[in-house]
């Protein structure tokens, strides 16, 4: 069955950065479009970014120029980069692909 474990998150300051990553199992990750989302404390879980098979990348308008979404098809891993990170960026990030949610990992950007 497909499993979506994600690693990467923590505690870090305003303006500053994190990688995330999502490792994938169980599935054709070279043919599978791959989603990152985010729900703040308090709020509705919200779609961060999106990779398609061929590489096509859409964002939220809140993430883009400082958020970039990527895949390396030969670890079937897809990759959020946050640059300049916000305050408000405070969520816990979850991949979701094929109907299937990672465990999600915490994002927590304060001074």
């Known amino acids: 069955q497909v499993q979506l474990v994600e690693s990467g998150g923590g505690l870090v300051q305003p303006g500053g950065s994190l990688r995330l990553s999502c490792a994938a199992s169980g599935v054709f990750f070279k043919f599978t479009t791959m989603n990152w989302y985010r729900q703040p404390p308090g709020k509705q879980r919200e779609l961060v970014a999106v990779i398609t098979s061929s590489g096509s990348t859409t964002y939220a308008d809140s993430v883009k120029g400082r958020f970039t979404i990527s895949r390396d098809n030969a670890k079937n891993t897809v990759y959020l980069q946050m640059d300049s990170l916000k305050p408000e960026d405070t969520a816990v990030y979850y991949c979701?692909?094929?109907?299937?949610w990672g465990q999600g990992t915490q994002v927590t950007v304060s001074s």
């Open positions: 979701y692909a094929l109907t299937v």
